[in-house]
């Protein structure tokens, strides 16, 4: 993998870093260099995370999985990071009937649920906690729908879940397939152990080989200049210092759409915190070129933007055509127009004296998908470190989780908060 940070230099973009802070910066990230080492070292909280090529066991969840690798479609039953890690691993390997349910929203429930056959479906319910609402909700309507459909629902889940609490009673209960979420993982952390790995798992694909690819990445040395994880983080987080707020991450690529939506939680949950952290907007190439570049370009100067894609894809030529004005098409591919304008919005960018940065995977495959979110999350703990903040919890959004839990039972101080909302109604 290779990341460009050159037009995010104080030279070619405002704002921007200049080489001279990026050499004092490089100090720095020797320093948080030393302080992962021994977090990984040690297998703290949330540094764990990062052991995870060495420490997760390919064969563990091909086996646990086994008895309903049978299965032509895999639903996943989780939410946030126990749901966008599986959700991004599926889009890279091009597997569509790994389906997700990530949401409550009656109507998608019934609609994905309506359209599954059931007795070749696997479910895997996913939670770190096990007492996740929206998941344990979804679950039960899950379980109530194989029931009504005449399949033995207990023959169809595997559970993915911590050593504790209901998710873990209910598989011990029913003597279901489980998996452990390893120690000290938090679930933004985990697409590359079974919370991931599982659902690829059950559809027979090579997950040793993702595994494989968080191994590449996961060799960092101490400098910035080196390191493509660090260089990615340190430059997103000088850009933060220096007023860029926003981080737009556009893959060029549709099976790495759901890698901004994995990279959103990752980036905001990890890192805003204490009145800090960019927010990370999720964009497509070539799709929102023709809608959010106009911003990028031209709007406030607050945005970096990250532009993804590929070095190698399957090519798709466009017919030849005797139209004269769409001659220029003729004899190219999609991928070739593709990069075309992945190339136009980055020169386009440079132009206006915008910062962007480059990141290269090599192909969206098993390794592919692997190196860049091991990336990713190297990236991530670095830029928590620099900050000086605590990447690894999530307080505010606990916060919303605790007040639903209220709303909805027995009522606690923070859903009492809910009611004392001040209100300006217009109708
Ligand atoms: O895996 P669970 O315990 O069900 O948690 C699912 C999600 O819940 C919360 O929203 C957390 O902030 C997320 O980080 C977590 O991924």
């Not at 998996?179 to 059950?202: K, M, Q």
Request: some cysteine.
């Amino acid at each position: 993998m290779k990341i460009d940070i050159g037009n995010a230099l104080a030279s070619e973009a405002s704002p921007g870093v200049s080489r001279e802070a990026l050499d004092r910066l490089d100090e720095r990230v020797a320093r948080a260099h030393e302080r992962i080492e021994r977090g990984r070292r040690d297998d703290e909280f949330g540094y764990a995370a990062l052991n995870l090529p060495e420490t997760t066991d390919p064969d563990e969840i091909t086996e646990t999985v086994a008895p309903v690798n049978d299965a032509a479609y895999v639903l996943v039953v989780g939410i946030g990071g126990s749901a966008l890690g599986a959700a991004t691993i599926a889009e890279a390997l091009g597997d569509s009937r790994i389906l997700t349910l990530d949401n409550v929203d009656p109507d998608h429930v019934s609609e994905v649920l309506s359209l599954l056959p059931l007795s070749e479906t696997a479910v895997t319910v996913v939670s770190r906690s096990g007492t996740t609402a929206e998941t344990l909700a979804n679950f039960l309507v899950v379980r109530e729908a194989f029931t009504e459909a005449g399949v033995d629902w207990t023959e169809r889940v595997v559970t993915v879940t911590g050593d504790s609490g209901p998710l873990r009673e209910l598989a011990d209960r029913h003597d279901l397939p489980a998996l452990a979420v390893p120690d000290g993982v938090p679930g933004r952390f985990s697409a590359l152990s079974s919370v991931g790995l599982a659902p690829a798992a059950i559809r027979g694909h090579d997950i040793g080989a993702i595994l494989d690819g968080g191994k590449r990445a996961a060799d960092c040395s101490p400098s910035l200049f080196e390191t493509p994880a660090y260089a990615y983080g340190a430059v997103a987080y000088a850009l933060d210092m220096r007023g860029a707020a926003i981080n737009a991450m556009m893959p060029y690529a549709e099976s790495l759409e759901s890698f901004a939506e994995w990279f959103a939680q990752l980036w905001s949950e990890s890192l805003g915190k204490d009145g800090l952290g960019q927010l990370p907007t999720r964009a497509l190439g070539a799709t929102d070129q023709h809608s959010q570049l106009q911003r990028y370009r031209a709007g406030p100067r607050n945005t970096l933007v990250t532009l993804v894609r590929p070095r190698e894809r399957p090519d798709l030529r466009v017919p030849e055509t005797d139209h004269d004005d769409l001659a220029y098409l003729s004899d190219t591919g999609l991928g070739e127009l593709l990069d075309a304008e992945f190339d136009a919005t980055e020169a386009s960018l440079a132009e206006a004296g915008r910062p962007s940065v480059r990141i290269e995977l090599d192909r969206v495959d098993e390794a592919g998908i692997g190196e860049l979110l091991y990336t990713m999350e190297a990236a991530c703990v670095l830029a928590g470190e620099l900050y000086g903040i605590e990447t690894f919890t999530q307080p505010a959004v606990e916060w919303g989780k605790r007040a639903a839990r209220g709303l909805i039972g027995e009522g606690n101080d923070e859903s009492e908060s809910v009611a004392e909302k001040t209100r300006l109604v217009v109708d």
